[in-house]
């Protein structure tokens, strides 16, 4: 299998223009993860869903921040307006819901 | 909700020589423990994984011991190489929502 795909590998914008990253999770697995790694927080559940639907999303950080799985084989994390605190990787991860987390490579992100 | 704290944040060793690193955590509904690896540039890989009703588990040279009376779990490296250095966080929670350590820089030095 390939394993969990992230685009863009970085992205380098300019404060309020809107990002989308995007992930393709491991065939099969029926859970997916957005996470957010910075060194002051380390490493951050942002937003997770099951079956295509959101289940829990109280870690996303404000409205600017949405997420979408339109189907099993796709999700998109929008910031929108982007801005400078926004800088950080973007990890997504995918799972069968036995706890095991397989994390793509990441979206590093810079907002000027 | 879940805290985790992991110790320490940096830890130095010649190969050949043993590393552990240690996390405490603070909700005792938690019962999944599992240890990440991270390399430059690289998501974090599952390396080894726990369950409550488990005290210990060893996979080569790794190896998670759990003491869920004192909350606290940790990682065992043995017979260390110079691949082993990386960026290890433990992480725990009930289900599917992890709550990740801080992170342990390990370096092996050759």
């Not at chain 2, 704290?5 to 423990?33: M, R, W």
């Amino acid at each position: 299998d390939a394993g969990v795909i992230q685009s863009p590998r970085h992205e380098v914008t300019e404060m309020g223009q809107e990002v989308t990253l995007r992930c393709k999770p491991i065939s099969g697995h029926d859970y997916l993860f957005w996470y957010r790694q910075t060194m002051m927080r380390g490493l951050e559940l942002l937003i997770y869903f099951n079956n295509n639907v959101p289940i829990d999303d109280s870690g996303m950080p404000e409205d600017r921040f949405s997420a979408k799985m339109p189907n099993a084989s796709f999700s998109t994390l929008k910031i929108q307006p982007s801005e400078p605190r926004d800088s950080a990787v973007y990890f997504c991860a995918s799972s069968l819901g036995t706890g095991a987390l397989f994390f793509g490579e990441g979206s590093r992100l810079t907002v000027l | 909700g879940e805290n985790v704290e992991q110790h320490p944040s940096t830890l130095s060793v010649q190969e050949g020589d043993s590393a552990v690193i240690k996390c405490t955590y603070s909700d005792s509904a938690s019962n999944y423990f599992p240890w990440y690896k991270q390399e430059l540039g690289k998501g974090p890989q599952l390396i080894i994984d726990i369950r409550s009703n488990v005290g210990e588990k060893k996979d080569q040279r790794i190896a998670v011991t759990l003491n869920k009376t004192a909350k606290h779990f940790s990682l065992h490296i043995t017979e260390t190489q110079p691949e082993d250095s990386a960026v290890y966080f433990c992480a725990t929670g009930d289900g599917n929502k992890l709550v990740f350590g801080a992170g342990t820089i390990l370096r092996v030095k050759s």
